[in-house]
């Protein structure tokens, strides 16, 4: 337990003449990462490049179609990438469709399950931020108490760590009034020591050019179903009727972009909506 390496005695093939092993010959060291799961991960990501390639083109994807830096966008990118790391999981054979459950009477809640079952996971698109391990209304939450992924390109891919096992790295977690932090650098230095903990991937930063809203795409689905809103469905006909060369609802969307990113002031977000309107 702890962060020292388990060390494994080798012998020799051929037992003394008193039935036990030979003389010792040699003493290596194996440095799990602690998990089971993870190791098998790790092993199979490595062996398989297919699989690799889509785990790393899913997190591309994804940063070219949702803009973390939108506060309602980032939990929906958080919960993709939890779900990649899940397909992924049970691409490798680590988790299973549990038993009891038909194809008919089954939903994907209990492959969720079984994933959260074994990590916490915690991706950023972020350059520079800390992870936040925890949030809490009147506190700082839980705090790094599971074994969790991290995700991040300065992480150089799937970062592993279990606050059991990797205490120096657990004792490292900075508890703030309304959060617990594990800063950047640290995780790093964790998986430099551990390579074991480590899955190599690529994986992309925010580009901040991704427009897709996850509120208004499911309020479109849900309003515009024909026939069941026929007032309410009337602002987004009207906008495909008048939108020429391109989506209105897009063209806005690219605005607020540039405000969130401080490019254009809000009085100037909304004359530029007014223009396109």
Same mark, same amino acid.
């Given at each position: 337990?702890?962060?020292?390496?388990?060390i494994?005695?080798?012998?020799?093939?051929?037992?003394?003449?008193?039935?036990?092993?030979?003389?010792?010959?040699?003493?290596?060291?194996?440095?799990?990462?602690?998990?089971? @799961?993870?190791?098998?991960?790790?092993?199979?990501?490595?062996?398989?490049?297919?699989?690799?390639?889509?785990?790393?083109?899913?997190?591309?994807?994804?940063?070219?179609?949702?803009?973390?830096?939108?506060?309602?966008?980032?939990?929906?990118?958080?919960?993709?990438?939890?779900w990649?790391? $899940? @397909?992924?999981?049970?691409?490798?054979?680590?988790?299973?469709?549990?038993?009891?459950?038909?194809?008919?009477? %089954?939903?994907?809640?209990?492959?969720? $399950?079984?994933?959260?079952?074994?990590?916490?996971?915690?991706?950023?698109?972020?350059?520079?931020?800390?992870?936040?391990?925890?949030?809490?209304?009147?506190?700082?939450?839980?705090? %790094?108490?599971?074994p969790?992924?991290?995700?991040?390109?300065?992480?150089?891919?799937? $970062?592993?760590?279990?606050p059991?096992?990797?205490?120096?790295?657990? $004792?490292? @977690?900075?508890?703030?009034?309304?959060?617990?932090?594990?800063?950047?650098?640290?995780?790093?230095?964790?998986?430099?020591?551990?390579?074991?903990?480590?899955?190599?991937?690529?994986?992309?930063?925010?580009?901040?050019?991704?427009?897709?809203?996850?509120?208004?795409e499911?309020?479109?689905?849900?309003?515009?179903?024909?026939?069941?809103?026929p007032?309410?469905?009337?602002? %987004?006909?009207d906008?495909?009727?008048?939108?020429a060369?391109?989506?209105?609802?897009?063209?806005?969307l690219?605005?607020?972009?540039?405000?969130?990113e401080?490019?254009?002031?809000?009085?100037?977000?909304?004359?530029?909506?007014?223009?396109?309107?």
């Amino acid at each position: 337990m702890g962060d020292k390496p388990e060390i494994v005695q080798l012998f020799d093939l051929e037992p003394g003449r008193d039935g036990r092993p030979a003389q010792k010959s040699s003493e290596v060291r194996r440095s799990p990462s602690g998990s089971a @799961a993870f190791d098998k991960l790790r092993d199979y990501l490595q062996h398989d490049r297919a699989v690799r390639v889509e785990v790393e083109n899913a997190f591309a994807a994804l940063t070219e179609r949702i803009n973390v830096s939108d506060r309602g966008s980032r939990f929906v990118a958080g919960k993709t990438g939890e779900w990649i790391i $899940a @397909a992924a999981l049970y691409s490798a054979g680590v988790i299973a469709i549990p038993e009891g459950h038909n194809v008919d009477g %089954f939903d994907l809640s209990g492959v969720e $399950a079984a994933a959260k079952g074994l990590f916490s996971v915690k991706c950023s698109f972020s350059p520079t931020s800390a992870f936040r391990i925890s949030n809490g209304i009147n506190g700082s939450g839980r705090g %790094f108490v599971e074994p969790t992924i991290f995700v991040h390109q300065r992480l150089g891919g799937l $970062a592993f760590a279990d606050p059991v096992e990797h205490v120096s790295l657990a $004792a490292k @977690a900075q508890k703030k009034p309304d959060a617990v932090l594990l800063g950047m650098a640290h995780i790093k230095e964790h998986v430099e020591a551990h390579p074991e903990c480590l899955i190599p991937l690529a994986v992309p930063l925010n580009k901040g050019r991704g427009t897709y809203d996850p509120a208004m795409e499911f309020t479109k689905s849900l309003l515009t179903q024909e026939g069941v809103y026929p007032n309410l469905s009337r602002v %987004f006909e009207d906008v495909r009727k008048k939108s020429a060369g391109g989506s209105i609802v897009e063209g806005i969307l690219q605005l607020r972009l540039l405000m969130d990113e401080g490019a254009l002031t809000e009085e100037q977000f909304k004359r530029a909506v007014d223009i396109l309107l």
